[in-house]
């Protein structure tokens, strides 16, 4: 069982930068495939970024290529979400997810946080 909880979610102005943090409990997580889905009010979740266990690869959705950068540090059990440039429409609670099946959007992910919520003003 793996637990995960998020932080660094926030009121951004457009054009600035958060970092987001996940904490992983659980000694498989570094052999978890990891990723950060977003949900805005009134639409379904998307995924933003995944990273593989070993931080080989990594995707992201074209909505955030170029702006946000995922990454973890498997020694801390983390999983971070850089974002610049942010945008008004990058408003949406953030949730980070794991599994052992891929890091892509199609990948079925087992392991959810709760959440952290990030506004961007415009």
């Known amino acids: 069982q793996v637990q995960l909880i998020e932080s660094g979610g926030g009121l951004v102005q457009a054009g600035g930068s958060l970092r987001l943090s996940c904490a992983a409990s659980?000694?498989?997580?570094?052999?978890?495939?990891t990723a950060w889905f977003r949900q805005a009010p009134e639409k379904e979740r998307e995924f933003v970024a995944g990273?593989?266990?070993?931080?080989?690869?990594?995707t992201y959705a074209d909505s955030v290529k170029g702006r946000f950068t995922i990454s973890r540090d498997n020694a801390k059990n983390a999983l971070y979400l850089q974002m610049n440039s942010l945008k008004a429409e990058d408003t949406a609670v953030y949730y980070c997810?794991?599994?052992?099946?891929?890091?892509?959007?199609?990948?079925?992910?087992?392991?959810w946080g709760q959440g952290t919520q990030v506004t961007v003003s415009s």
């Open positions: 997810a794991a599994g052992a099946s891929g890091w892509g959007p199609t990948a079925i992910f087992d392991f």
């Open positions: 659980g000694r498989t997580f570094s052999h978890l495939h």
């Open positions: 990273i593989s266990p070993s931080s080989t690869y990594s």
